[in-house]
């Protein structure tokens, strides 16, 4: 039996908050965006069903493959654990593998793609576990065409070439081929167009462009696979992740805009509420769910729903979100409600 918690819905442009079931009346000749109301979601407190015998630790990354299974990555003991829609641990790997695992990524074929920022590396493993590809030099920081520093995401095109977000310290997207080579870079530390400031996460619609995440500027970037410029979708969320749905839905998770602080060196921390946002590929906002804030110490009794420096973003099939929490220490799956 599922227990389950009810979430607010913030709807852009109307001035009240608009809970489960409202009506909304929108002046007459104002040409509004179309947004989802009385749309919010549930949490399944009884998502997964069994967990790893190894706790997890703070959970950075969530992807799901074709075949529906929940690829979760923590900075525990086992890093890799898989678990089935119905919540049932699959598979698990990776102990020892990495030092602060960031992202996790399904791309062609079912390789799994995993992150390291703190190894300044990506790694590109088979669905078992067993290492395939190595982007960047382990343990080894820079700048130039063969090393990565602090990368925090990755995306593989259908033809294979990959583009990372590098990141915490480089301020840059990387353009791999398939074989791991670089072929470009493009990006500095910045605010402009075409700038960032730690560019955060990074993703890819069905026509090929880039989604950048540029955190500490508060906006998401869009750019074509050679770096040009595309648009800018500025101050309407912190997004910690961007991720991008098989129908060109694109979510956002993160914060409200932070201002900056004399101490702050990533904006934000810690994030001042918690928030979900969904767009389509012009930067129009469908949605936008505000969801309770957890502490920010899982030992002060997180409770289901809260949610504590989301980080983690997958959207399945039916359009059910799983979250994963830096501070919570946890993923949770929240369920559509119509």
């Known amino acids: 039996m599922f227990r389950y918690r009810l979430f607010t819905v913030l709807v852009l442009l109307v001035p009240a908050v608009c809970h489960a079931q409202a009506q909304v009346e929108l002046p007459p000749g104002v040409d509004y965006p179309r947004v989802n109301v009385g749309t919010g979601y549930q949490v399944d407190e009884s998502w997964p069903a069994g967990k790893s015998a190894y706790p997890w630790k703070a959970m950075p990354g969530i992807a799901i493959d074709a075949e529906g299974l929940i690829w979760t990555v923590n900075r525990g003991e086992m890093p ?112 402009e167009p075409g700038q960032f400031s730690l560019p955060h996460a990074i993703d890819m619609d069905s026509r ?44 956002v998770c993160g914060a409200s805009p932070s201002q900056w602080r004399s101490d702050d060196v990533q904006l934000g921390i810690p994030p001042k509420d918690q928030v979900v946002l969904k767009l389509d590929t012009t930067g129009r906002l469908l949605s936008w769910w505000h969801f309770p804030s957890g502490p920010d110490e899982v030992d002060m009794g997180v ?28 993923a949770q799956r929240f369920l559509l409600t119509k």
């Open 208 to 251: 090929g462009r880039i989604y950048v995440a540029d955190r500490n500027n508060c906006r998401v970037q869009v750019f074509s696979q050679r770096g040009k410029f595309l648009a800018e979708w500025k101050n309407l969320c912190m997004p910690w992740t961007v991720r991008v749905t098989s129908k060109d839905e694109v979510y």
């Open 303 to 330: 409770k289901p729903g809260e949610l504590s420096w989301v980080h983690g973003l997958a959207v399945d099939a039916e359009g059910n979100l799983y979250l994963g929490d830096i501070m919570g220490q946890r």
């Open 80 to 191: 890799v654990q898989v678990y089935s829609p119905d919540g049932k641990l699959v598979t698990q790997w990776g102990k020892d593998y990495f030092i602060s695992p960031h992202q996790i990524k399904i791309g062609r074929g079912g390789a799994v793609w995993v992150v390291d920022s703190h190894a300044h590396a990506v790694y590109k493993f088979t669905r078992e576990g067993d290492k395939l590809l190595t982007i960047g030099i382990p343990g080894q920081p820079g700048d130039d065409d063969t090393h990565l520093k602090m990368p925090t995401d990755v995306i593989e095109s259908p033809s294979g070439d990959l583009f990372i977000s590098d990141g915490y310290r480089n301020n840059r997207v990387v353009h791999c081929n398939a074989r791991g080579r670089f072929i470009r870079t493009w990006g500095e530390l910045g605010v």
